[in-house]
């Protein structure tokens, strides 16, 4: 069974901080995609990467698809309270089936 | 009216009642899925539908059962549910099968 492990589970951090949370995998994905899902809320898609070493920003996000294309990762600059919610990776893999993480729950402090 | 929209938004109800989850897009999207989001686990896809038809069905128990009249509704039927299928449902749609979602905001449910 493919799994995404994302790292880590739990973050908080104070506002102005950067951070970078993980996506990682044994297989290999066609495409990886990156959700934000605040409370009470559907998770909203922020990204889709696709090639191996692909970089792709976002105002003060940036994604990494990992060069063999088994690992993701989101680095955030300058964190700001609008920032907090779960963040979901996502994975299509070569049947094309998408399989989520658990996600990383991120709490930015005023 | 634009995105995914579900209703209700929170439903309660007892282990005996049957009741029906809504799902509605208006993105001209031709695959709609339905999950189950339950704390401390990862998003748990249920059903896949692609132009109507269901594609994918994750060994889900047969007191879900989902309906798909049109490309741009999606309904789930809950009968005799139990405890443990409290969680948060949500629906989604793409343009085709397997690539990026838009999600609804989902329907809380709660069984007593």
């Known amino acids: 069974t493919q799994l995404l492990e994302q790292s880590p589970q739990f973050l908080s951090i104070q506002e102005g901080e950067n951070l970078t949370v993980y996506c990682n995998s044994s297989?290999?994905?066609?495409?990886l995609q990156w959700y934000r899902q605040e409370p009470g809320e559907g998770p909203v898609l922020l990204v889709t990467v696709v090639t191996g070493g692909e970089v792709k920003k976002l105002k003060r996000l940036t994604f990494q698809f990992g060069d063999a294309r088994k690992d993701s990762s989101l680095h955030i600059t300058a964190a700001q309270t609008g920032d907090t919610g779960l963040y979901l990776c996502a994975g299509a893999n070569r049947d094309d089936k998408i399989i989520f993480g658990k996600g990383t729950r991120l709490h930015i402090l005023p | 009216e634009t995105g995914v929209t579900q209703t209700p938004r929170h439903l309660v109800m007892g282990m005996t009642n049957k009741k029906s989850l809504k799902c509605e897009q208006h993105l001209g999207h031709n695959a709609m899925y339905w999950y189950k989001q339950s704390a401390k686990k990862p998003l748990e896809l249920m059903f896949v539908?692609?132009?109507?038809?269901?594609?994918e069905n994750n060994s889900v128990p047969s007191r879900f059962s989902p309906e798909c009249p049109n490309s741009s509704h999606l309904f789930l039927h809950l009968h005799t549910l139990q405890p443990e299928d409290s969680a948060l449902y949500l629906c989604a749609s793409s343009q085709d099968p397997n690539q990026p979602q838009h999600f609804g905001d989902g329907t809380r449910l709660s069984i007593l």
């Open positions: 297989s290999v994905f066609s495409s």
């Open positions: 539908y692609s132009l109507e038809e269901r594609v």
